[in-house]
């Protein structure tokens, strides 16, 4: 089954204390993002990669790394997690950049920070 | 920079009847792509319609159908029909092919009442 998996689904954590949250697809999708969901905001794309070792800035880089080591995979890091920082992320995948099309999207992560 | 906008933050319909979301961009792209997502309480994200701004005629998939109009930078989405599962938050999003970068709505919760 084609999908997109996020760990972990909820997380809480302490302000500080560096996390990772891992993204893997299963679909060989060249393009891969990250987006954090908050009230009133919609989805703001934090980093995005169009292929392996390929990455760049979205609109809220700011908190976060990210790495394409290899094509399935596309971890989200937060070395120094702020409460700022809690939300919901998602990652997503879709086949091209260059012809946009569907993207696959994960079930999602519940982060907060305290 | 590209801007999506979403009006209407939240609506409601009546079962079977039909609604309209709105949705207004701004770019100064000439090619592009625009995609509505649907997303129910359980935060899945799921495309509904997809729409490449070349392409005059406007996008449909069953009961959704898009009402694209490029020189006024508006991308509406008709829900026919509608049914107690449509009910959920609606995202409007932009894209331009061979850039990553990614630009969604505030969103808009739809109620179906039965």
């Known amino acids: 089954e084609a999908q997109v998996t996020q760990n972990p689904r909820y997380l809480i954590t302490v302000t500080g204390k560096k996390l990772t949250v891992t993204c893997s697809q299963n679909?060989?999708?060249?393009?891969m993002s990250w987006y954090r969901q908050d009230p009133g905001l919609g989805l703001r794309q934090i980093y995005y990669?169009?292929?392996?070792?390929?990455?760049d800035k979205g609109d809220v880089p700011e908190g976060y790394k990210v790495s394409r080591k290899e094509k399935r995979n596309f971890p989200l890091i937060l070395e120094s997690p702020s409460p700022n920082q809690t939300s919901l992320y998602f990652c997503?995948?879709?086949?091209?950049?260059?012809?946009?099309?569907?993207?696959?999207f994960g079930q999602g992560t519940r982060l907060t920070v305290v | 920079a590209q801007t999506v906008t979403q009006s209407q933050p939240e609506m409601s319909v009546q079962e079977a009847e039909t609604v309209t979301l709105s949705c207004t961009y701004d770019t100064s792209e000439n090619n592009y792509y625009l995609f509505w997502y649907k997303q129910p309480p359980s935060r899945q994200m799921i495309l509904v319609i997809r729409?490449?701004?070349?392409?005059?005629q406007n996008a449909t998939e069953n009961r959704f159908s898009v009402n694209f109009q490029k020189a006024a930078k508006s991308f509406s989405l008709k829900i026919s029909d509608s049914q107690l599962g449509d009910t959920a938050m609606y995202f409007c999003a932009f894209m331009k092919p061979n850039a990553g970068k990614s630009t969604f709505g505030d969103g808009t919760t739809l109620t179906v009442k039965p």
């Open positions: 729409q490449e701004a070349y392409k005059q």
């Open positions: 679909m060989n999708h060249e393009y």
């Open positions: 990669s169009m292929n392996v070792e390929v990455t």
């Open positions: 997503a995948s879709s086949l091209s950049i260059g012809l946009p099309t569907e993207a696959f």
